[in-house]
């Protein structure tokens, strides 16, 4: 019987192509339409391959979702940025390939990043996600996170609203 191996695990230098794969595909699935074209398409090719392999050596801490070999998302955390809020860690980014969402893995991968937060003593943690991406925001409702903060993030021709949920 063949079994299908599912592991969250610390990016290595070798997963950077599969990762800025990972990511140029999750990002214009999630954010055509809502962000502008010019800087979507800006911000996905400034993270290719060579980009990818620098973030493995941090400084944010870079897991990879590795379905069967495949590099299926990624998510990145540390310390968090909003000085306001009293939370010490934060999930940067979470990311799952489109054809990979919806399956429960992203609960996974969320899970395993909350709980290294923890294990490296962050007190609590936040999440920001764009206020149109409607999805990310039911996925981290569902997880428990209670949304407080509110912020714009610039993308040169828009202004977008930012939701921060804070999680315990
Ligand atoms: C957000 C994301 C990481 C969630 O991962 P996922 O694997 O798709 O989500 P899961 O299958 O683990 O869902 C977990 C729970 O979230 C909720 N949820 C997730 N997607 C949902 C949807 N489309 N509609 C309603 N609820 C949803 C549900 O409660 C679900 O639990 P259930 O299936 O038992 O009801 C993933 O969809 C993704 O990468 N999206 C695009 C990128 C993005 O928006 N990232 C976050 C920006 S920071």
Redesign the pocket.
């Known amino acids: 019987m063949k079994t299908l191996s599912i592991d969250v695990r610390r990016a290595e230098p070798q997963d950077a192509a599969a990762i800025s794969e990972a990511h140029r595909a ?1 990002w214009l ?2 954010y055509a339409g809502i962000i502008p074209h010019k800087p979507l398409m800006q911000m996905v090719q400034r993270r290719d391959a060579a980009w990818w392999r620098k973030a493995t050596r941090g400084p944010a801490t870079l897991l990879v979702l590795d379905v069967a070999g495949v590099i299926a ?1 990624y998510a990145t955390l540390g310390l968090n940025r909003a000085r306001a809020l009293p939370q010490d860690g934060e999930i940067y ?4 390939r489109p054809e ?11 899970g395993e990043s909350k709980r290294l937060l923890k294990s490296l003593g962050c007190e609590g943690m936040v ?3 764009l206020e149109e ?1 409607e ?2 925001e ?2 981290f409702r ?2 428990g996170g209670v949304d407080i903060a509110e912020g714009m993030e610039d993308f040169g021709e828009k202004e977008l609203k930012k939701v921060g949920f804070i999680f315990r």
Request: contains cysteine.
């Open positions: 999750s699935h999630a998302g980014e979470i990311y799952l990979y969402q919806g399956l429960g893995l992203g609960r996974m991968l969320f999440v920001w996600c991406s999805m990310a039911r996925f569902a997880a």
